[in-house]
């Protein structure tokens, strides 16, 4: 007001500092409040005070509204950019803890896959050519002979049989036995490989929906058939082969070497299987899903802020179709 300026102009000789601080007259009086508020020394001090603070402060409300430039579009500096903070707590840290996890079973798979092909060459060769005649100090495979009791046990009495006919000792078919033993680890592989390439039922839709359940059951059921019957049934038969050689003479430190193989090969299948149906954490999946739909249009500003930077509404929208 005109008489704030009045009294500024009065009072530019009466001493404002202290110190080199400024005084301030609210706070600091020397002497009671004058009933005269216009010729009170105190007062006049606190005018002046007030009024210079009026005008600082003026200018700092219109330094307020330039910074804070959001409210107007037209301006040039408007930044629309937001903090990448949450972005890459909620999108990224989930998605590369998903491709890491995917990474491991990928490399442990073929780990496992490497091992059972390692025991499955290492068993064929066992059946197929191993001989035991230095450590036993007999003939080995070459005096092994069928026996009649055995012949019997397999054929039953059908008395047309020329083996159990043959007084004479025949000679155990070894090239038979080794083929057997291949054409069981074929088509226990066989078996691996088509329980390892049925379809995946582990996504959220075989859970949350009805549909799902079933195509889930249905799939789920194929692969336990599959696994436990036609993969674990050729175990069972390879493991009766290596006692046919036990019986025949194998010793006993060699017949726990193949054992031990087709442990192996055991242990590989049953860590396959665990790759196979137990995936990725479905929590994890559905955070990441829910944050990647969700997060990205609170960013649209950051977008729109390109195209102000650039002067192109073409490149910004580009730029958010994009990233999308």
Known sequence: SNNDEDLMNETTALPSQHNGEEINPLLSSTSGISTSPYAHRDTILR????????RENEQLETHAHQISSHDNGDNPEWNGDLPTTLLSFAVITPLGQSISMAFSRREMALQKLAMYRSAVYNLYVAHSSWDWSVSSKGKGRRGCVENEEDEMAVYGNNTSSS??????????????????????????????????????????????????????????????????????????????????????????????????????????????????????????????????????????????????????????IAMGVITR
């Not at 005018?47 to 009026?54: C, E, V």
Request: net charge positive; hydrophobic share 35%; aromatic share 8%.
């Open 163 to 316: 083996t159990i006919h043959n007084k004479q000792a025949k000679d155990i078919d070894w090239l038979n036995h080794s083929d057997t033993t291949l054409c069981h680890l074929i088509h226990m592989s066989d078996s691996l490989y088509k329980y390892l390439t049925l379809p995946t039922a582990t996504r959220a839709r075989h859970r949350a929906t009805h549909k799902g359940r079933k195509e889930a059951n249905e799939v789920l059921s194929a692969g336990r058939e599959i696994f436990t019957l036609d993969v674990y049934g050729r175990m069972i038969m390879i493991s009766q082969l290596s006692e046919a050689l036990k019986y025949r003479g194998l010793p006993g430190n060699e017949a726990s070497r193949i054992r031990q193989w087709e442990e192996k090969m055991t242990s590989a299948m049953e860590n396959l299987r665990v790759v196979k149906e137990y995936r990725t954490l479905q929590a994890l999946r559905v955070y990441e899903r829910l944050f990647s739909l969700l997060l990205p249009p609170f960013y649209a500003t950051s977008y729109v802020q390109v195209a102000l930077n650039t002067g192109s509404l073409s490149l910004g």
């Open 47 to 54: 005018s002046s005070f007030l009024a210079r603070k009026h």
